[in-house]
């Protein structure tokens, strides 16, 4: 079975792990996309801009908050997809979405929808003032040892990191990341005792809103 099959296989599965900190519950609904090509089983990221309020300058799915017109958090993550980076919702198959988890610095309880594609579709920077970047990243890059990195934040959490060349990954689309690689089996052993800084640049916010504690995702 291939990694993408195991992952696929594995939506559904309750995994309590996920969502550490405080459960999902009385947070805005919202959504992101995981989506992985069939082909070079990459998936798409983005980068905030350094303008935002929330989350300014960290890498994220592409993703946001519920609205009255979606039908469902399938439509609330496919929508958004396609306001963010221009991505055709007919070149997408759903398989199924990951625990809510919630995510303290909007106060929000996202639900991750993985769901994939040929990766033939143009997709980019649709709107700056949300995007400043779309990259896709294949898994197995990932997983790479030398990517992988705990991280800490001045609030005192501390949690999983992807540094790459051009990007560095934490926070809850790390704790995202890191998920998909282990459904999917393309985890490999790395340094779990290797700890860096978050860069200035992803940072995002040095307070988190009052009431957070360091276990939470930010």
């Known amino acids: 079975m291939s990694h993408l099959s195991t ?13 550490v900190g ?3 519950g009385g947070g805005r609904s919202s959504a992101v996309l995981a989506l992985v090509s069939e082909t070079d089983n990459d998936i798409i990221l983005t ?25 469902t958090i399938v439509d609330t993550a496919l929508r958004e997809a ?22 303290a610095a909007s106060q929000s309880d996202v639900t991750t929808v993985v769901a994939t594609w040929g990766g033939e579709g143009a997709v980019g ?18 997983a790479n040892p030398a990517a992988r990195a705990t991280t800490r934040h001045p609030s005192g959490y501390r949690g999983p990191a992807f540094v790459l060349p051009d990007l560095f990954v934490w926070g809850f689309t790390a704790h ?43």
């Open 7 to 19: 992952l696929i296989a594995s939506l559904g599965r309750d995994d309590p792990d996920f969502s």
């Open 22 to 24: 405080r459960r999902p």
């Open 47 to 71: 980068r905030r801009p350094l303008s935002l309020r929330h989350h300014a300058g960290q890498v994220a799915l592409p993703g946001g908050r519920a609205e009255e017109a979606d039908d």
């Open 82 to 103: 396609r306001e963010e980076v221009g991505l055709d919702r007919g070149l997408v198959t759903v398989r199924g979405v990951l625990p809510t988890a919630h995510v």
């Open 125 to 142: 920077v649709v709107d700056p003032a949300e995007v400043a970047l779309v990259q896709r990243v294949r898994l197995a890059d990932l």
């Open 176 to 218: 995202v990341l890191e998920s998909l690689l282990d459904r999917g089996g393309w985890s490999r052993p790395w340094d779990r005792e290797r700890v860096v800084e978050i860069p200035e640049g992803y940072l995002g916010a040095r307070r988190l809103p009052e009431g957070t504690t360091p276990d939470d995702i930010p």
